[in-house]
C-alpha cells in the first residue's frame, strides 16, 4: 500500500479503532501495526490520529511502550488526550514505573542511562515508537537507544513516523542510512497523489473561491528590481565557484522557506574554504529573500522602515555592491513612492489584500449567510490563517483601527520622519495615542542581523500572539462606514484562545498562524475546535491547505461544507513559492519511490537482520586480553570506559557502543571518559574550549586530571561538518582574539607537561581513537573514579602521596621531569634541604647530570639585577612578596 498507483484498492476497510479514522488511515494503521516500518507522509497529512489509535491499543498495564523523540507539543497533546503518566526524575522510581507498564513519553538522554544501568526491563519492553524520524542519525542518542534495545530484545516492535519527506533527499543513501539507525525492515510512503489518499479526499470537498489579486504598480517594479539583484547575485556566486556543486542555489529556491536548510547543506562543510567575497554574495541573497517576503507579507511603511536598513553607510562596507547597482535605486525610490506622495506628504498605499479582506468579512460572507438563513449571521464563525505572528498581529491592529489609522501609528512607530500628511489622515492622526513607545531603526541593525526584519511592528506593549479573536460592533450589511473606520471589536474574555468557552451572539473572527510556536497540530485542534463555516487563507501553505481537506472529510453528513477563500497575488514570489513547494515535495517523494524499488533489505525471519544492522558486537575483536604478573593467566573480558553523565548529550557514548565498547554512565567530578585506570580525558568542544580558557575553569580540571591520573588527556574535539583547524572566526568579540586562545593552550601545556592535547576531526574519529587506546589496557575501576573528586582526591586515597602543594611547585622547577619527580619528592626531606644539597648529591638523586646541573642552577645562581631598568619611574612593578614558607617534603 506505499505505491501511488492504487486507484482501485477497495476503501471499507473493516478494522475497529477507538478513534475515527479516514479509509487510508485505516490501511496506514493496518500496515504499521503488522510490521517495523518507517512511515513517511507527505506535509499536512498528520498521522496523529493514527498515531492515537496505536497508542490506544497499547495503552494497558500489561505492555511497556516508549516514544521517542516526541516535540513538547506532541507530548503534551497525547499525554493530555490519554491521561498518561509522567516518569519519576529519580532512577529507583523510574525503574519501579517501567514495571507498572503503559505508554510513557520519554526523554533520550534519560532513557538511554536507565538502559546502561539495567533500570529498564528490556526483554519486557512491547516496543518503541520514534516520532520525528526524519533527524534520526546513527550517531545520534535515539539510534543509541534502539541499539541497546534491540541488541536485548528481537521480538518488540519499533515503529516510526515523519512527516518531512524532503529531509530524506538530503546526502547520499539518505533514507536506507536512517532505516539502519531506526532498526526496521519496511519502508511506507504516502504523498498526496497516493491514489487511495486522492480518492479518500474526494468523498467530501470543500468549496473553494481562489482569489488572485495583483500587486500595485510600484509593487510589482520593487519586486522586478530584487529578482534582478537576485539573479545578478546568484550569477556572481556560481561564476566565482565554478567547482563546487551549486545546482540547488537557484532563483527558484531563493524564495522558499527551506532556503537556509538548502544552503547549509551545500556549503556548511565546505564553508570555511569559501572566498570572503562568496560569504557576502551569500549573506547577501539571505537580505534579499527577506526583503521580497516582506514585500508581500508587511505594510508600505514597515517595508520602507526596512528597506531603510539598508541604505547606510554601515550596510555598504559589508555588501557584496549590490545596493550600488541601478536596480537598487529603483528599489529605494520605489519603495519611498509607496509611503510618501509626490509633495512629499505622508500618503502610503494600502496593502491590496486588506481591501479583498474587508470586503469578505463585512460584504460577501454576510450577503451569502443572509442568503441561506436568516438570523443565522450571529452564529457565524470565520477563520483567518496567515504565515506568521508578525502578520497575525498586523492583521488584528488593522481590522481594530482601520488603514489609515493603523498605518499612520505604524509610521510613528517605525520613526518615519513625516513633515505633513495628506488630508485624509488628518482625522487618524487626532486619534492617535498620546503616550507612544518609538523604536528607532538602529543604521547597523541592518549589518548585525537581519533575522529580525520589523518584529517590532505590534505595540510595545503588547505581546505579538500567534491568535486573535474578533467580532462585529455591528451588522455590517445595513450599515455603510467610513474608510478610516472600523465595525470591529476585540472579544476581551478570551485570553488563552479558548474556544470551548465562547458566548457571543455576535459573528465570531479568529485569526491565527498556521501553526501556532511551530505546533505542526495547532491548526487541526483550531479547526476541531472552532469548526468554522468560512476559512480565509490570507498566505498559502501547502501544510495548511490538506489539513482542511482532512477537516472537511471527517465532517458529519449532516454539517454543512465549509466555504475556503485563498487569497493570493497573482504572478508574484508568493504564488511561485507555494508551486515549488509542491513541486520538491513531489521529487522528494518520487525519489523515495525509486530508492525503495531498488533498496535490499533483509527481513527478520530471514535471520540476517543482525548482520545488517551491525549487531554482533561480541567478536573477537571487541575483547581485550588482560594478563597477571608473570603473563601466565589470560582473562578476556569486553572493554569498558566510564563516561560521565552529562556526556551523553553528544554523540560519543552512541559511537563508543557501537564499536563494542561496554558503557558505564557515572556522575564524575575528574575527566568526562575515564578509559583505563590510568588515562582520564577531558573532551572539550572549540566553542567549550573557548569558554573554559576564558573562565579559568579548564585550569582547574586539568589540574585534578594530573593529580590523580598518570595519563590525563585534554581532547579538542571539532564538529565534524566545519573546518578541522583552529582558525578563523571563533571568536566575535573585539577584546579576544585567536591568537589569544592558542598563547593560553601553550601555557596550559607548560603548566601541565604531563597533559597530553588530542585534536579530534568528529566523534568518529575520537571513537576510533578510544578503541585504540583501550586495546591491552585493563578497565577502569568504577569505585575509585566514583570516589575522586575535587576534595578527596587520590592524595587520601593511597599512601604514597605527598603534600600537593609543594608537589606542584617542585615539578615546575627547571630540571624536573616526569621521571624523576617521584625520586625526588621520595628522596628529599624538605624544601630547605633541597637547597642544602650539593651538585653531586642531588646528581646522584636524579640520576641524570644534565638534569641535576639545571635543577642545582635555578636553587644557587642568583639573578643580576639591572641598575637602568630600577632607576626608570615607569614600567612594571616587579613582584616583592614574601618568600615561600617551605614544608615537609615528608607523607602526611
Known amino acids: 500500500m506505499d505505491t501511488p498507483n492504487d486507484e482501485d484498492q477497495t476503501l471499507d476497510i473493516d478494522v475497529e479503532t477507538k478513534y475515527p479514522l479516514l479509509p487510508f488511515e485505516k490501511q496506514i494503521f493496518i500496515d504499521v501495526q503488522e510490521k517495523d516500518a518507517l512511515l513517511i507522509m507527505a506535509k499536512g497529512i498528520n498521522y496523529d490520529k493514527v498515531l492515537a489509535n496505536i497508542i490506544w491499543v497499547y495503552n494497558d498495564p500489561g505492555n511497556l511502550v516508549l516514544v521517542l523523540n516526541s516535540s513538547d507539543d506532541e507530548e503534551k497533546l497525547f499525554t493530555t488526550q490519554f491521561n498518561l ?296 464563525k470565520v477563520l483567518i490563517l496567515c504565515q506568521d505572528n508578525k502578520t497575525c498581529c498586523q492583521l488584528n491592529n488593522y481590522l481594530l483601527m482601520g488603514p489609515n489609522k493603523y498605518l499612520l501609528y505604524t509610521a510613528f512607530r517605525r520613526d518615519l520622519t513625516i513633515n505633513t500628511v495628506c488630508s485624509k489622515y488628518n482625522n487618524a492622526k487626532n486619534s492617535l495615542p498620546v503616550k507612544t513607545e518609538v523604536k528607532p531603526n538602529s543604521s547597523s541593525a541592518a549589518v548585525d542581523d537581519e533575522k529580525n526584519n520589523g518584529d517590532d511592528e505590534c505595540n510595545s506593549d503588547e505581546t505579538i500572539k500567534s491568535n486573535y479573536v474578533l467580532t462585529l460592533s455591528q451588522l455590517p450589511v445595513k450599515v455603510e462606514k467610513s474608510a478610516e473606520e472600523s465595525i470591529f471589536e476585540p472579544l476581551s474574555q478570551l485570553d488563552d484562545l479558548n474556544l470551548t468557552q465562547i458566548e457571543t451572539e455576535k459573528p465570531l473572527i479568529c485569526i491565527q498562524t498556521f501553526k501556532q510556536n511551530g505546533n505542526v497540530f495547532s491548526l487541526g485542534v483550531t479547526l476541531e475546535t472552532l469548526r468554522p463555516e468560512y476559512i480565509i487563507l490570507y498566505h498559502s501553505d501547502m501544510s495548511a491547505v490538506r489539513q482542511i481537506e482532512l477537516f472537511e472529510c471527517r465532517k458529519k453528513a449532516e454539517e454543512p461544507k465549509a466555504k475556503v477563500y485563498f487569497i493570493i497575488h497573482d504572478k508574484t514570489v508568493e504564488e511561485q513559492a507555494y508551486l515549488t513547494s509542491l513541486k520538491r515535495e513531489k521529487q522528494a517523494f518520487e525519489l523515495l519511490i525509486e530508492t525503495k524499488g531498488v533498496m535490499v533489505i533483509p527481513s527478520y525471519q530471514d535471520g540476517k537482520t543482525d548482520e545488517y544492522f551491525n549487531l554482533n558486537v561480541e567478536s573477537e575483536e571487541n575483547v581485550i586480553d588482560t594478563r597477571k604478573a608473570g603473563g601466565q593467566t589470560l582473562n578476556k573480558e569486553k572493554p569498558l570506559v566510564i563516561v560521565d553523565m552529562r556526556e551523553f548529550r553528544s554523540d560519543l557514548p552512541s559511537l563508543l557502543h557501537k564499536k563494542g565498547i561496554n558503557i558505564e554512565p557515572v556522575t564524575i567530578t575528574i575527566g568526562d571518559y575515564i578509559l583505563t585506570p590510568d588515562i582520564c580525558v577531558e573532551r572539550k568542544s572549540i566553542s567549550d574550549l573557548i569558554g573554559s580558557l576564558n573562565s579559568g575553569r579548564l585550569y582547574t580540571q586539568c589540574t585534578q586530571m594530573c593529580r590523580n591520573y598518570s595519563r590525563p588527556i585534554l581532547l579538542i574535539e571539532f564538529d565534524q561538518k566545519k573546518p578541522f583547524h583552529l582558525q578563523g572566526s571563533f571568536v566575535v568579540s573585539t577584546d579576544l582574539s585567536g591568537a589569544e586562545i592558542q598563547q593560553k593552550l601553550q601555557l596550559l601545556t607548560i603548566h601541565f607537561p604531563r597533559l597530553k592535547l588530542v585534536w579530534s576531526p568528529s566523534p568518529y574519529a575520537t571513537a576510533e581513537l578510544f578503541y585504540e587506546l583501550k586495546q591491552g589496557r585493563k578497565n577502569p575501576n568504577i569505585d575509585e573514579a566514583m570516589a575522586l573528586s575535587s576534595e578527596n582526591t587520590a592524595d587520601d586515597m593511597w599512601y604514597e602521596r605527598y603534600n600537593i602543594l609543594v608537589h606542584d611547585f617542585v615539578q615546575k622547577l627547571p630540571g624536573v621531569t616526569s621521571k624523576n619527580i617521584t625520586r625526588i619528592m621520595n628522596r628529599g626531606q624538605s624544601l630547605d634541604h633541597l637547597i642544602t644539597l650539593t651538585k653531586e648529591q642531588i646528581t646522584e638523586i636524579v640520576e641524570n647530570k644534565a638534569e641535576a646541573d639545571l635543577l642545582y642552577s635555578i636553587l644557587h645562581v642568583k639573578p643580576k639585577s639591572d641598575k637602568s631598568k630600577e632607576e626608570k619611574p615607569y614600567g612594571k612593578k616587579k613582584f616583592a612578596g614574601k618568600l615561600f614558607k617551605s614544608k615537609k617534603l615528608e607523607p602526611k
Not at 547549509?264 to 569559501?274: A, K, N, R, V
Not at 555592491?321 to 529603483?330: C, E, F, H, P, R
Open 85 to 380: 503518566p509522567s516518569l519519576p526524575n529519580i532512577g529507583a522510581e523510574r525503574e519501579k514505573t517501567y514495571l507498572e507498564g503503559g505508554v510513557f513519553f520519554v526523554s533520550t538522554r534519560i532513557l538511554v542511562v536507565d538502559l546502561l544501568k539495567n533500570r529498564v526491563p528490556v526483554n519486557h519492553i512491547t516496543g518503541i515508537i520514534v516520532l520525528r524520524a526524519h533527524t534520526v542519525l546513527e550517531s545520534c542518542q535515539e539510534a543509541f537507544v534502539l541499539r541497546l534495545y534491540r541488541q536485548k530484545n528481537k521480538t518488540g516492535f519499533i515503529k516510526a513516523f515523519s512527516n518531512s519527506p524532503i529531509s530524506f533527499t538530503f546526502g547520499y543513501s539518505q533514507v536506507e542510512k536512517v532505516m539502519r539507525a531506526l532498526f526496521v525492515t519496511e519502508l511506507f510512503l504516502w504523498p498526496r497523489f497516493h491514489g487511495v489518499i486522492i480518492k479518500s479526499l474526494k468523498s467530501r470537498q470543500a468549496e473553494v473561491v481562489e482569489i488572485q489579486i495583483p500587486l500595485s504598480a510600484k509593487a510589482a517594479q520593487i519586486q522586478m528590481c530584487l529578482l534582478d539583484i537576485m539573479n545578478y547575485t546568484v550569477k556572481q556566486l556560481k561564476s566565482i565557484n565554478r567547482t563546487l556543486d551549486m545546482q540547488e542555489i537557484t532563483m527558484e529556491n531563493c524564495i522558499t522557506k527551506k532556503f537556509h536548510k538548502i544552503l547549509q547543506s551545500q556549503l556548511d562543510c565546505i564553508w570555511h574554504q569559501l572566498s570572503t567575497r562568496t560569504k557576502e554574495y551569500i549573506q547577501d541573497l539571505k537580505v534579499l529573500r527577506s526583503m521580497i517576503i516582506n514585500l508581500i507579507h508587511d505594510d508600505p511603511v514597515s517595508f520602507y522602515a526596512l528597506v531603510s536598513k539598508y541604505r547606510t553607510p554601515e550596510y555598504a562596507k559589508v555588501n557584496s555592491g549590490w545596493i550600488l547597482l541601478d536596480s537598487a535605486d529603483q528599489l529605494f525610490g520605489a519603495a519611498r513612492g509607496r509611503v510618501y506622495n509626490s509633495r512629499n506628504e505622508f500618503d502610503p498605499e494600502h496593502c491590496p489584500k486588506w481591501k479583498c479582506l474587508s470586503d469578505l468579512l463585512t460584504q460577501e460572507i454576510p450577503e451569502e449567510v443572509k442568503k441561506k438563513g436568516k438570523g443565522k449571521l450571529y452564529s457565524t
